[in-house]
């Protein structure tokens, strides 16, 4: 059985191919919760999901959705759960904004991701250019990356979740918004992510993917979902990018 475990060891001296993944990468698009930061790490995403329940049940929608729907750790489930049962665009806008809230209360505790704010320093350093393509709400990615000092590593290259919730990944319609904006190709490209939706997203953009695991599981769904690239830690990227004798923060 694989173990859901955080892992505390790094990976290996970089492979050729990580190498080469990151040093052709002049645009590198980040997804948000997961390789920037664990959003909910202070703020339990079970609560989260199950308050979006509890208000859908007081209005009595709740049973529109699936019984696997009702009792989900994710939010973003309940969130695409009320827009596939047809709720109605005023319900699911409410819906989105509420998750929205409780995404702006998690960045007072969420945790970076470790190496998470030096790679980004260090990439932007060397001249890449950097964009976010999130199904978290863009509001809250600007928040947290204000709260880190990121801001500028970013500029106003941060695309995310609004109420036309099928944009969401695994469309590549923000990764495709973040390539129009920089004039990137997207074989001149690197998406960062940790999920399969991710992946596909890149997929369906043409970008190159690179799997971020930060336990077992997670690299197991990567890799069943067919990701070939996936590193269970964020510094041999670094270390890639400061072997290049490039400037480092």
């Given at each position: 059985?694989?173990?859901d475990?955080?892992?505390?060891?790094?990976?290996?001296?970089?492979?050729?191919?990580?190498?080469?993944?990151?040093?052709?990468?002049?645009?590198?698009?980040?997804?948000?919760?997961?390789?920037?930061?664990?959003?909910?790490?202070?703020?339990?995403?079970?609560?989260?999901?199950?308050?979006?329940?509890?208000?859908?049940?007081?209005?009595?929608?709740r049973?529109?959705?699936?019984?696997?729907?009702?009792?989900?750790a994710?939010?973003?489930?309940?969130?695409?759960?009320?827009?596939?049962?047809?709720?109605?665009?005023?319900?699911?806008?409410?819906?989105?904004e509420?998750?929205?809230?409780?995404?702006?209360?998690?960045?007072?505790?969420?945790?970076?991701?470790?190496?998470?704010?030096?790679?980004?320093?260090?990439?932007?350093?060397?001249?890449?250019?950097?964009?976010?393509?999130?199904?978290?709400?863009?509001?809250?990615?600007?928040?947290?990356?204000?709260?880190?000092?990121?801001?500028?590593?970013?500029?106003?290259?941060?695309?995310?979740?609004?109420?036309?919730?099928?944009?969401?990944?695994?469309?590549?319609?923000?990764?495709?918004?973040?390539?129009?904006?920089?004039?990137?190709?997207?074989?001149?490209?690197?998406?960062?992510?940790?999920?399969?939706?991710?992946?596909?997203?890149?997929?369906?953009?043409?970008?190159?993917?690179?799997?971020?695991?930060?336990?077992?599981?997670?690299?197991?769904?990567?890799?069943?979902a067919?990701?070939?690239?996936?590193?269970?830690?964020?510094?041999?990227?670094?270390?890639?990018?400061?072997?290049?004798?490039?400037?480092?923060?």
């Open positions: 059985m694989t173990s475990t955080t892992r505390t060891e790094p990976v290996a001296n970089p492979t050729d191919r990580l190498r080469e993944l990151v040093t052709r990468a002049d645009v590198v698009l980040w997804d948000f919760d997961g390789p920037i930061c664990r959003l909910f790490a202070g703020h339990p995403a079970p609560d989260v999901a199950g308050g979006l329940v509890g208000w859908l049940d007081g209005r009595g929608l049973g529109l959705l699936t019984e696997a729907e009702q009792g989900t994710d939010p973003q489930v309940v969130l695409r759960a009320a827009h596939r049962a047809g709720l109605g665009r005023s319900v699911v806008a409410e819906l989105e509420r998750l929205t809230q409780e995404e702006l209360r998690a960045t007072a505790t969420a945790m970076p991701t470790a190496w998470a704010d030096p790679l980004i320093r260090t990439w932007t350093a060397v001249g890449a250019r950097l964009a976010v393509a999130s199904n978290n709400s863009p509001r809250v990615v600007g928040a947290y990356l204000a709260g880190r000092g990121l801001t500028g590593c970013f500029g106003p290259h941060i695309y995310g979740r609004d109420t036309d919730l099928h944009r969401l990944k695994p469309d590549p319609y923000h990764l495709n918004r973040a390539l129009t904006a920089l004039a990137a190709e997207p074989s001149a490209a690197l998406f960062i992510g940790d999920t399969p939706t991710d992946h596909e997203a890149a997929r369906s953009a043409g970008v190159p993917f690179l799997g971020y695991a930060r336990n077992d599981r997670k690299e197991r769904l990567l890799r069943e067919g990701a070939s690239d996936v590193i269970g830690s964020l510094e041999p990227v670094l270390r890639v990018l400061r072997g290049q004798g490039q400037p480092t923060p």
